[in-house]
């Protein structure tokens, strides 16, 4: 363990003492070509290095449509507004050409949806459009431009071949289905080089030493194809086909799965290669996040009901209020049913005011959590709800799962990252019929799961749960027992609950289920509105093994809100009342080497929180405190892996921060702090409170890591305003405490 670790920071050590230039992706055009290894000319190759083409299967209508058949566009339908960037389709020509797929540029100002969609005639997305797309996508620097270009591609798609919009999206970002049902590619990257192999007749050591120079396998794919002449081409490919075929490629295993592949990448041209290569790999490398994908379908959308009177490029200043309104119904329905496949069928379908309706929460399905926010004491508690009826609920310090049953009687549990649990918890499912009373068919409730000590009948810290295994879990070897605390019902027998009172479904929650010792538990609950009963509850709840209590609204605004950090639900914690109420969950962006005992293991490291408006992540602090030794061992071992050449593009910070190695955002820890401040170096929240300063967290204390949370669940630059501004002394003299601000020293 030691020895790895040691010899991994030794290797990147060498590499950061004397920088190398970041990787540069390069342009691929066609004359560019990988110079070609000695013994291997790619054009005289011997009959065996020559790829075996076998053709996958093409469209009927593309091999029986022939081009004299393509009716001609009245001349009348030019669109004048196309400048030269973009090479005008289908308006003089009988079909389109070569070069209007190579040349395909959504981006472009001009892109008209209809008119510039090359494969109008034939109504079956090109894989070569999107992979453009992509590729232009990757090109761009800026956020807003990207989703334009994104929603310029998908509006061409509902307008000319709609069918494949549901697997254009699926690529887009690189999901071959709903996230929850958790079907992953993740070919491995010898497996593909193998394939590309025998596909271009290079050797593996090769394409092995190209991969380490350029660091990414797509480019090296593409590159091979470019300089590859084939006997025959085979038929191009489609949108729909490579995503059917992807799929088959993710059930299957071995030489089919190879021999898939192998015919997949022959049949790729240009940079079809390198995103299908990307695609297989798990990396699409073109920072498509879920929010700015559900964008650029709004907007999408908004262009195609427009197609007629404004130009693609001007929908999003003239109908901002429209594109606003999309986006917001898109992205609430998205909350209550995450699957593309029947959101995506419904917005083609009908009026977006339906959508809600027209894809109602169903059993089998996450919807996003409810959430809450934090309190520094019982008087604010009192301050917000006023007169309001309220209830306190022990707040369980476990895992948060969502359980459901479908009217088949199949069990699914959903953490709070909507990510299927399942597997995990079988010792559940075997015991879940003793919880039902009266007839049950089918149900979703919210609870807490956390480790349960069977002897002594008492409640197990979180860090014991944690050990609890993941995945494949045999229910006989299991270790950490559980018990499930419930204290929501959203739906029951066939109806969702979440507009009504929680009053109502807690009713109907004591109605329909019942408590087993040990196994399944209502959270203890207090209905009161007298300040000193609280503060006992809450003294209460600490002894219990809580970390506080959950306080709540009974009657008056007391729906469920999906995916809402509510005013409705408050909590109040213990452990951290004084002066900022609640942990932070960061992400962790960049490491420093350790000096002196902790050489060998980064000593320190640069964390962000996660702006969900500008989809970047921004530093707030340095940590180096309440890391154990084992801690940095297994950080560091963890984190060595994900090292990238530079900063991500997304990632804000100041130069002075420059940590040694930079890492993808694949970790969230929850971290204390004393108080947060303003900073002229981090950029946490900067713009909300101040124009020019961030926020940074003053004495940060590393608590856990939070695999629970993927990096954009962690702390939103909004919740750091909200609780910089709440701090007390924030509250009472506004002025900030930058003077104060220290770094952490790292040792
Ligand atoms: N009685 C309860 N009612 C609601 N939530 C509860 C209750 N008991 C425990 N919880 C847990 O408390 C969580 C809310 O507080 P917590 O500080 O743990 O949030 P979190 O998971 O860190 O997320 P965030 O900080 O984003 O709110 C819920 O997501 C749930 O997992
Ligand atoms: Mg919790
Ligand atoms: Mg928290």
Redesign the pocket.
């Known amino acids: 363990m030691q020895k790895s670790i040691t010899s991994f920071f030794k290797k990147k050590s060498d590499a950061t003492d004397s920088p190398s230039p970041p990787k540069k992706v390069p342009k691929i055009d066609a004359k560019t070509e990988l110079p070609d290894e000695p013994h291997i000319k790619s054009e005289s190759a011997s009959p065996e290095t020559k790829p075996k083409v076998e053709p996958m299967s093409v469209d009927s209508e593309e091999k029986t449509s022939p081009v004299k058949n393509v009716k001609k566009e009245p001349k009348d339908t030019v669109d004048k507004t196309t400048d030269k960037k973009v090479t005008t389709i289908g308006l003089n020509s009988t079909s389109a050409s070569k070069e209007d797929a190579e040349n395909y540029d959504p981006s472009a100002d001009s892109y008209h949806p209809l008119k510039n969609a090359y494969w109008k005639d034939k109504k079956v997305t090109p894989y070569l459009a999107l992979a453009r797309t992509f590729q232009v996508i990757e090109e761009t620097k800026g956020r807003l431009k990207m989703i334009d270009t994104l929603s310029n591609f998908f509006c061409s798609v509902m307008l000319v071949s709609p069918e494949d919009l549901v697997p254009s999206v699926y690529l887009s970002i690189n999901q071959l289905a709903p996230a929850y049902e958790g079907l992953e590619l993740g070919v491995a990257e010898t497996t593909l080089m193998k394939a590309i192999c025998k596909a271009t007749g290079r050797n593996l050591a090769h394409i092995k030493s190209q991969t380490q120079l350029i660091g990414d396998l797509g480019i090296v794919a593409e590159q091979s194809r470019v300089s590859q002449r084939m006997m025959f081409q085979p038929a191009p490919l489609n949108v729909r086909d490579v995503f059917r075929k992807l799929r088959e490629i993710a059930k299957i295993s071995g030489q089919s799965k190879m021999d898939l592949v192998y015919n997949m990448f022959v049949a790729c041209r240009l940079s079809e290669a390198r995103f299908f290569i990307r695609s297989l790999i798990g990396k699409l490398r073109i920072g498509i996040a879920e929010q700015s994908l559900l964008t650029a379908l709004a907007i999408g959308l908004v262009k195609k009901n427009h197609i007629d009177d404004c130009k693609a490029s001007k929908v999003a200043e003239v109908y901002k209020d429209e594109i606003a309104d999309t986006t917001l119904l898109l992205k609430t329905a998205y909350c209550q049913c995450p699957n593309y496949d029947i959101i995506i069928p419904a917005i083609l379908k009908y009026d977006i005011k339906e959508l809600q309706e027209r894809c109602p929460m169903h059993p089998g399905m996450p919807l996003r959590?409810m959430?809450?926010q934090?309190t520094k004491g019982v008087h604010e508690v009192f301050e917000r709800f006023g007169g309001m009826q309220i209830t306190c609920?022990?707040?369980?310090?476990?895992?948060?799962a969502q359980i459901h049953r479908n009217e088949k009687g199949e069990i699914s549990i959903f953490s709070?990252n909507s990510e299927n649990n399942t597997a995990k918890y079988p010792d559940l499912i075997a015991r879940s019929t003793g919880l039902l009373k009266g007839d049950v068919k089918s149900y979703i409730i919210?609870s807490?799961i956390v480790a349960w000590d069977v002897e002594r009948k008492q409640i197990l810290p979180f860090q014991v749960l944690s050990t609890r295994k993941r995945k494949n879990v045999d229910i006989e070897e299991i270790k950490v027992q559980v018990c499930v605390?419930i204290?929501?019902l959203l739906y029951i027998n066939g109806t969702a609950l979440v507009t009504k009172n929680l009053s109502e479904r807690r009713k109907l929650m004591l109605e329909h289920f019942q408590e087993v010792e040990g196994e399944w538990k209502f959270?203890t609950a207090l209905d009161t509105n007298d300040i000193d009963e609280v503060q006992q509850f809450l003294e209460e709840s600490i002894k219990g093994n809580?970390?506080g209590l959950?306080v709540?609204t009974l009657d008056e605004e007391a729906t469920y809100e999906i995916a809402k950090?509510s005013r409705n639900?408050l909590?109040l914690?213990k452990d951290y009342l004084s002066n900022v109420g609640?942990?932070l969950?960061l992400v962790v962006i960049g490491g420093y080497k350790g000096k002196g005992r902790r050489t060998g293991t980064y000593g320190g490291f640069l964390l962000a929180c996660y702006d969900t408006e500008n989809e970047e992540y921004q530093s707030i602090c340095k940590i180096g405190t309440g890391f154990t030794d084992e801690d940095l061992q297994t950080h560091s071992e963890f984190l060595g892996k994900h090292v990238t050449s530079a900063a991500k593009s997304y990632y804000r910070y100041d130069p002075s921060l420059e940590p040694d190695h930079w890492f993808e955002p694949v970790q969230v820890w929850?971290v204390k702090c004393a108080d947060l401040s303003l900073s002229p170096i981090h950029r946490a929240a900067i713009g909300i409170v101040d124009g020019e300063r961030g926020i940074s967290l003053r004495f940060p204390r590393f608590i856990r890591i939070?695999d629970?949370?993927n990096s954009e669940?962690a702390?939103d630059a909004n919740q750091v305003a909200h609780m910089y501004q709440s701090q007390d002394q924030v509250k009472n003299n506004q002025k900030s405490s930058t003077q104060m601000e220290m770094e952490d020293e790292f040792y």
């Open positions: 959590p959430l809450a934090p609920e022990w707040k369980y310090d476990g895992e948060r709070r919210d807490e605390y204290f929501d959270a809580c970390e959950m709540k950090r639900w909590k914690k609640d942990s969950d929850e939070r629970d949370k669940n702390t």
